[in-house]
């Protein structure tokens, strides 16, 4: 059974760079039928898609926060990565790495547990 | 970029009746590429429906999803205890993923 599971500081410092990483186990993150999400959730709020990466190494993001958005793979170790660089207190959220389910619609399918990114001096 | 308008924001049930939930899409959205999530307090959204209509692996057959072009429809045939939480609808259209609001179900 394929898991996820983020990783990464709890607490970035305004104008820093905020770095996740999610690590896939239970299954090859260089499966075909997969791409792999960072998406995001401010307190109380509702949920926004950061951008994916493919195995292959191709990623598309969201066009709102492209220019401040790396996402890559490391299939040697299962694991995908996101920094996101000139952090303000408005990227603060529960980051969480998902599965996105190519065959099923693209649906994302499998969820890690999240991780809260507070931003703050 | 596809804008997902949620209703109601709220709804108030009791367990044993009928949950309709609505999603509403500023342009029309492809029926595969539609899909519902449940999210409950400190947990990650979970995997309902998607294709409009198709249930993901394990959810119960009280999970019902309909609809096509710009409204889509999430139905609970009878509320469970377990089910009251947040519903989100979400579309992949030009690359691009977007959600819904969220619609909060809760125990009236």
């Known amino acids: 059974q394929v898991q996820l599971q983020e990783s990464g500081p709890g607490l970035v410092k305004p104008s820093q760079t905020l770095s996740l990483t999610c690590t896939v186990s239970?299954?090859?993150?260089?499966?075909?039928?997969?791409?792999w999400s960072w998406i995001r959730q401010p307190p109380g709020k509702g949920l926004e898609w950061i951008g994916y990466?493919?195995?292959?190494?191709?990623?598309y993001y969201n066009p709102s926060l492209k220019s401040r958005v790396t996402i890559s793979v490391d299939t040697s170790k299962n694991q995908f990565s996101l920094k996101l660089s000139s952090v303000t207190a408005a990227d603060t959220a529960v980051y969480y790495c998902?599965?996105?389910?190519?065959?099923?619609?693209?649906?994302?399918?499998?969820w890690g547990q999240g991780t809260m990114v507070t931003v703050s001096s | 970029e596809i804008v997902l308008t949620q209703s109601p924001g709220t709804l108030s049930l009791s367990p044993g009746e009928r949950a309709t939930l609505s999603c509403r899409a500023s342009?029309?959205?492809?029926?595969?590429?539609l899909a519902w999530y449940q999210q409950k307090p400190g947990q990650a959204p979970r995997l309902l429906i998607y294709?409009?209509?198709s249930r993901a692996t394990g959810i119960p057959d009280r999970f019902s999803g309909s609809g096509s072009g710009t409204d889509f429809t999430l139905t609970i045939s009878r509320l469970e205890p377990e089910d009251f939480a947040v519903y989100y609808c979400?579309?992949?259209?030009?690359?691009?993923?977007?959600f819904g609001q969220g619609t909060k179900l809760e125990i009236k």
């Open positions: 998902a599965r996105d389910d190519y065959p099923k619609g693209d649906a994302f399918d499998i």
């Open positions: 239970g299954g090859s993150i260089s499966s075909g039928d997969y791409y």
């Open positions: 990466i493919y195995y292959s190494g191709s990623t």
């Open positions: 342009q029309s959205v492809s029926s595969s590429y």
């Open positions: 294709g409009a209509s």
């Open positions: 979400q579309q992949y259209g030009s690359s691009v993923y977007t």
